[in-house]
Each structure stands twice: as C-alpha cells, then as structure tokens.
C-alpha cells in the first residue's frame, strides 16, 4: 500500500457526566473555526465495547472516536493558535476526562466489494496496532488474503481507513498515550455478522498471518453517532 498525503486526525473523546450540553456548546462554537482552517469532520463513532487482540487495552473506553479531515499542520497550528480557540477550549477541558488526539497519514487501501449497506446499520471498529520489529506486513497480507479469497465480502467486512500515525497527543486527561503504527477504521454491514465472522474457519486460519506480528491491538466499537 501506498501513502498519499492526506493527514486525518483521530480524536477519542470521554465526556464528563452531566456536562454533555456544555461539550455541545463547544461543538458548535468550534465548527466555525474548523471550516476557517479547513479541518473537515469525516466521521463520528459512538462506542459501545473495548478490546484486544493482544495485550491489555489500558486506553480510557471513549463515549466517541471523531476522525477530522486535515489540510495542511500548517493550517492545523494556526487553529490551535487562534484566540477564539483558546476562548473556547475551556469548554472543552471542563465537559470532558479525557480527550487523546491521533494524528496520522492516510494511506491507500486495497479493492473491495463495494458496501450497500445503510451507515446506521453498521458495526464499526477503530483498531491501533503495534508490531514486533515495527513491521505491519503480517496485518497487510492478513487484510490481502481476507480480501482474495471473499472472507470479507461473506461477512460484510469492508477496510475504510487505513492510517499511519506520527504523532499522538492527549488534549485532556492524564493517560500516557502510546503511539501506534498502524490505526484500522472498518466496518461490518450488520452487527449480528460479527460472531460469524469470527468464527469462521477461514478466519481462524489467516489470523495467526496478522495476530503473529503484533505486540498489541487494541480496538473500540460502536455505530455511527446520529
């Protein structure tokens, strides 16, 4: 796979309980300023489950994962910069726990079936991966053979994102943040698929391909947040 040059920023986000309405009130003053510096929201996951493939997912269960189209970190900067932001930053510090930002490079991902399903009916994923050697090949022939040989498209299972992290900060919080080197954003049509799709035989036998290579994968799930 090869990357191009597009930035996209991972937000996971934990909200105070009871300051919901101020978060809001955050949102709505920072769109404009987002729209200035052309930092585009792309898309917005409302978590409902954590786990792991390896390791221990220590990462805080966010309410939500937000993933923001960025420009340029030239343009990125000059927002953070921006007295307005500044202003209201305050809002968010104090309607939220923990707020951890993953700033990454798109990369391009191999054909798939192309999904009809409705984005509401979808159970989606957000996967950070770490691996021995700092080598993803494993999780790239995992995701080629998935793909080749229709594990994928019998399941529903569909790549949206496939990221490379390059700097990783926690806005809010006191979480120690580590970096991983790949972050996955996929989706299954239906949420009831997933048990299958696990348990099928086909999968059992090409996840030792990924599984194999890593130190730690840690993932959230949820649906698209309305």
């Known amino acids: 796979m ?8 991972v937000m ?3 909200i105070k309980s009871g300051q919901e309405s101020v978060f809001a009130d955050f949102a709505k003053q920072n769109a404009p300023l987002l729209q200035q510096y052309q930092i585009q929201p792309v898309k917005s996951i409302a978590v409902k489950m954590k786990g792991q493939i390896v390791g221990q997912n220590e990462i ?22 921006d007295f307005r932001y500044a202003k209201i930053s305050a809002l968010r510090a104090q309607s939220t726990t923990s707020v951890i930002g993953y700033f990454t490079y798109e990369q391009n991902i191999p054909a798939q079936f192309i999904s009809e399903s409705p984005a509401a009916d979808r159970l989606y994923m957000v996967g950070l991966a770490n691996f021995k050697n700092q080598d993803a090949e494993g999780l790239e022939k995992f995701n080629k053979a998935a793909i080749e040989n229709g594990l994928f498209s019998k399941h529903g299972m569909h790549i949206e994102y496939q990221l490379v992290p390059f ?25 009831e698929s997933f048990r299958e799709y696990v348990s099928d035989p086909v999968y059992k036998n090409l996840s030792p391909l990924r599984d194999n290579t890593l130190t730690k994968y840690d993932f959230f799930a949820g649906g698209i947040k309305p």
Not at 2 to 9: D, K, Q, R, V
Not at 60 to 80: G, H, K, R
């Open 2 to 9: 090869s990357a191009n040059n597009s930035i996209i920023l």
């Open 12 to 14: 996971l986000v934990s």
């Open 60 to 81: 805080p269960q966010p309410d939500f994962i937000t993933l923001f189209s960025i420009s340029s970190m030239e343009q990125f900067m000059a927002y953070m910069a």
């Open 167 to 191: 700097k990783v900060a926690t806005v809010v919080g006191d979480t120690t943040a580590v970096i991983p080197e790949r972050i996955q954003v996929f989706f299954i049509d239906k949420a």
